[in-house]
């Protein structure tokens, strides 16, 4: 699309495909539609030894090299800032994008806050849920809620206030 752009990521969500399966991938904001890049291994892999290979000419030590492909898990997302639409709709079998004008209603939850046995303070996934016409989509995701919504108020529009619900509404004529 043109001059279409990277406006941010839902990091690690997960698409639910059924009662106890789902499918990891991460959401990509533009300032016309939500891609879907879904999770490969392979690229995982092959991102994880490009860390540890640099960590190693760089001249770090070999736990270095270990802690540099360890954490491409936490910061893999980020490749996609610096990517094209069209590239992250090529890179993965499977990824698809949703598009504003088919959207019905999107709803945002927050995960629920609680305490843990030893007091620590826990929090359930968020869960994101967008209906068309022809499908549901249920997403959760645990990254930040308030950059969630805001990447989402932007694409989708106006927000209903609730008090326990969070949720966009979009109408389409």
Request: contains cysteine; aromatic residues 8%; positive net charge.
């Amino acid at each position: 699309m043109k001059d279409e752009r990277v406006l941010g990521i839902i990091p690690h969500a997960e698409l639910k495909k059924g009662l106890f399966k789902s499918e990891s991938c991460n959401l990509v904001v533009t300032n016309k539609r939500v891609i879907v890049a879904k999770f490969s291994k392979d690229i995982y892999k092959k991102e994880a030894q490009e860390r540890a290979e640099e960590a190693k000419q760089e001249g770090r030590g070999r736990f270095k090299q270990f802690l540099s492909s360890a954490s491409t898990m936490t910061t893999f997302y980020k490749r996609y800032l610096d990517m094209l639409p069209e590239d992250i709709l090529k890179e993965t079998p499977g990824t698809f994008v949703i598009e504003p004008t088919t959207v019905v209603k999107t709803q945002l939850k927050e995960g629920r806050r609680y305490n843990d046995e030893d007091g620590f303070e826990q929090q359930n996934p968020h869960s994101l849920l967008i209906v068309m016409p022809k499908a549901k989509l249920q997403f959760n995701f645990s990254g930040d809620i308030r950059n969630a919504r805001s990447l989402l108020l932007g694409l989708f529009g106006k927000v209903n206030k609730q008090k326990k619900n969070k949720s966009f509404s979009k109408k389409v004529d």
